[in-house]
């Protein structure tokens, strides 16, 4: 269940990111409110990117064979 939760979370962050930027891009936002929003796109990014490391951390420990990462091929489901 906190899988589930952490990659919802994750994902939450990237669409609430999405809109930070198109408000920002709109150029209709006074420049408090573009701070507001830089600022909040700013501790998602920062959320994101430590999702994303501590993803990267999980797969490099399952693929750690006998002390040494060994390179595995990366399988999508091509029937999706």
Request: glycine share 4%; proline share 1%; with cysteine.
């Amino acid at each position: 269940m906190a899988r589930k939760k952490a990659a919802l979370d994750f994902e939450q962050s990237i669409a609430d990111l999405q809109q930070l930027v198109e408000r920002l891009e709109s150029g209709e936002l006074s420049l408090e409110d573009s701070l507001t929003c830089f600022e909040q796109g700013i501790r998602l990014t920062r959320d994101c990117q430590a999702a994303l490391t501590q993803a990267e951390q999980k797969v490099q420990i399952l693929l750690e064979r006998d002390g040494e990462l060994q390179e595995a091929p990366f399988e999508t489901d091509t029937d999706a």
